[in-house]
């Protein structure tokens, strides 16, 4: 470092601000560490290994649970929520990525976690490398696959409906022969996806009916079967074949008697009366009808509160639902707390789980979002602190 430069870092840090001395708050009223983030998830890890047990409990003596830890495990932490479901039973994990599948590098065998999204065949050299196994749905992907020098395990996708990925049932025992003559491929698994097993039963049945068939019709060993998400292994534990791939169940939702693993939570930063006409938030989409008391509460659409819950549903405050009122701010939700005695700063908010005896669920509040439980939980951002329990 040159003398200039020290002078000049001495000299900023001689004008630095002293630190600030927070206060002593009420810890019955705000949570732990909240002095340093105001916003975080409480993650129960004893949940989510109670949940792969009670999932492989619901199928035949045998299946494979397969834990689907794509998306930060559905934002709930992928590495913390993998380990606990190998805990709790399951035998492999599944992601979208390659990024996703190389940080769980060393939980388990890089073979048992299977990399379930669209790759380009540009990704194919890094693929081979990492040992994982490799969903495919095309020649073209295998073909890349084969030609990196590397012994890559793949699993055969075949579109029986979804629509999305999957080498067409007629295509797809000459894919599987070429997979098995490949030298640099191992044929480990073959696999489909429900588009619509939480609804439409007779679709899940015929989605099924074509993959037996299709496997059946391959010629060659097809590997570990496996079709059921999660509602799928819900509703037809019959269709479970080798294994299944469980996500948003492993987090205690949309399944029945799972226990709901992550609760999100907030503080109250401001407290104030409105009087009738006053109005709160962007657009000034709420109106006071009286006299109220709003309380601001530290969270926003930055952190997983969708704007499509301005003036929908509620948030819990000291045991009691207070109404979510005006737009949802970036960094902000406001709430009329006029009928919770006592409300003030400091105050812990409880946007997703429990407190005393009201419960919220994510099902709950994806139903205010106008959208599905997967996706409020893995929109919960990167400023949410996750606090893990076992």
Same mark, same amino acid.
């Given at each position: 470092?040159? #003398?200039? %430069?020290? *002078?000049? !870092? +001495?000299?900023? /840090?001689? =004008?630095? @601000?002293?630190?600030?001395?927070?206060? $002593?708050?009420? #810890?019955? %009223?705000? *949570?732990? !560490? +909240?002095?340093? /983030?105001? =916003?975080? @998830?409480?993650?129960?890890?004893?949940? $989510?290994?109670?949940?792969?047990?009670?999932?492989?409990?619901?199928?035949?003596?045998?299946?494979?649970?397969?834990?689907?830890?794509?998306?930060?495990?559905?934002?709930?932490?992928?590495?913390?929520?993998?380990?606990?479901?190998?805990?709790?039973?399951?035998?492999?994990?599944?992601?979208?990525?390659?990024?996703?599948?190389?940080?769980?590098?060393?939980?388990?065998?890089?073979?048992?976690?299977?990399?379930?999204?669209?790759?380009?065949?540009?990704?194919?050299?890094?693929?081979?490398?990492?040992?994982?196994?490799?969903?495919?749905?095309?020649?073209?992907?295998?073909?890349?696959?084969?030609?990196?020098?590397?012994?890559?395990?793949?699993?055969?996708?075949?579109?029986?409906?979804?629509?999305?990925?999957?080498?067409?049932?007629?295509?797809?025992?000459?894919?599987?022969?070429?997979?098995?003559?490949?030298?640099?491929?191992?044929?480990?698994?073959?696999?489909?996806?429900?588009?619509?097993?939480?609804?439409?039963?007779?679709?899940?049945?015929?989605?099924?009916?074509?993959?037996?068939?299709?496997?059946?019709?391959?010629?060659?060993?097809?590997?570990?079967?496996?079709?059921?998400?999660?509602?799928?292994?819900?509703?037809?534990?019959?269709?479970?074949?080798?294994?299944?791939?469980?996500?948003?169940?492993?987090?205690?939702?949309?399944?029945?008697?799972?226990?709901?693993?992550?609760?999100?939570?907030?503080?109250?930063?401001?407290?104030?009366?409105?009087?009738?006409?006053?109005?709160?938030?962007?657009?000034?989409?709420?109106?006071?009808?009286?006299?109220?008391?709003?309380?601001?509460?530290?969270?926003?659409?930055?952190?997983?509160?969708?704007?499509?819950?301005?003036?929908?549903?509620?948030?819990?405050?000291?045991?009691?639902?207070?109404?979510?009122?005006?737009?949802?701010?970036?960094?902000?939700?406001?709430?009329?707390?006029?009928?919770?005695?006592?409300?003030?700063?400091?105050?812990?908010?409880?946007?997703?789980?429990?407190?005393?005896?009201?419960?919220?669920?994510?099902?709950?509040?994806?139903?205010?979002?106008?959208?599905?439980?997967?996706?409020?939980?893995?929109?919960?951002?990167?400023?949410?602190?996750?606090?893990?329990?076992?």
């Amino acid at each position: 470092m040159s #003398s200039a %430069r020290g *002078a000049c !870092n +001495a000299s900023h /840090s001689a =004008r630095l @601000a002293p630190a600030v001395r927070y206060p $002593v708050l009420d #810890s019955e %009223r705000l *949570a732990p !560490n +909240a002095r340093l /983030s105001l =916003r975080w @998830a409480d993650v129960d890890l004893a949940a $989510v290994r109670a949940n792969c047990a009670r999932i492989l409990e619901h199928l035949p003596k045998g299946t494979r649970l397969l834990a689907v830890v794509k998306a930060g495990g559905y934002g709930h932490g992928a590495v913390q929520v993998a380990r606990a479901a190998i805990d709790g039973g399951a035998t492999g994990l599944a992601v979208a990525t390659l990024e996703e599948a190389h940080a769980l590098g060393g939980l388990i065998s890089a073979r048992d976690i299977l990399v379930m999204g669209g790759l380009t065949q540009a990704q194919a050299p890094d693929a081979a490398a990492g040992g994982w196994s490799i969903g495919v749905s095309s020649r073209e992907l295998a073909t890349a696959l084969a030609g990196t020098g590397h012994e890559v395990s793949v699993h055969l996708k075949i579109d029986t409906g979804m629509g999305r990925f999957g080498s067409a049932p007629a295509d797809a025992p000459d894919l599987a022969r070429f997979i098995d003559q490949s030298p640099g491929l191992d044929l480990a698994g073959t696999w489909t996806h429900f588009a619509s097993s939480e609804s439409d039963d007779a679709m899940t049945k015929a989605q099924f009916a074509r993959f037996t068939e299709t496997v059946a019709a391959l010629g060659v060993d097809p590997g570990m079967r496996h079709a059921c998400n999660s509602m799928g292994a819900h509703n037809h534990p019959d269709f479970a074949l080798d294994a299944v791939r469980c996500g948003i169940a492993i987090y205690g939702c949309e399944w029945p008697g799972t226990q709901p693993a992550l609760a999100l939570r907030s503080v109250v930063t401001h407290v104030k009366t409105v009087d009738a006409g006053d109005t709160v938030g962007y657009g000034a989409k709420w109106k006071a009808t009286g006299t109220h008391r709003v309380a601001t509460v530290a969270i926003g659409y930055a952190d997983g509160v969708h704007r499509a819950r301005s003036n929908r549903g509620d948030v819990i405050v000291r045991g009691r639902r207070a109404p979510l009122i005006g737009a949802v701010s970036m960094d902000a939700i406001t709430l009329d707390v006029t009928d919770v005695p006592g409300v003030q700063t400091g105050d812990v908010a409880t946007l997703i789980g429990a407190d005393g005896d009201e419960r919220i669920t994510a099902e709950e509040v994806g139903e205010w979002s106008g959208t599905i439980s997967y996706e409020v939980l893995t929109s919960i951002g990167p400023r949410v602190e996750r606090r893990y329990s076992e």
